[in-house]
């Protein structure tokens, strides 16, 4: 069994109030010099062979389900074991 990871991040040009809010608390908490933007990351186990046909529908599940592409990028990828 394959498993692929789909990143969503929002776009470099979208506000990321929840990424600013992250990194407002780290700076209180002493950490210095970190900036967070804050995305979803969605693990799918993929049954059988994992072909470049596999790949091409999680991808278009991905730009249809799983990010809102307006303001969303995301990017697919195998992890490996």
């Not at 091409?56 to 490996?80: P, S, Y």
């Amino acid at each position: 069994m394959s498993r692929v990871v789909v990143d969503v991040m929002p776009k470099p040009e979208i506000l990321d109030p929840q990424g600013k809010a992250i990194t407002g608390s780290l700076q209180r908490l002493g950490f210095e010099g970190l900036s967070v933007r804050q995305g979803k990351r969605f693990e799918i186990e993929v049954a059988g062979d994992l072909t470049e046909e596999r790949l091409d529908q999680i991808r278009d599940a991905a730009e249809k389900l799983l990010a809102n592409t307006v303001i969303e990028a995301f990017t697919v990828r195998v992890e490996e074991d």
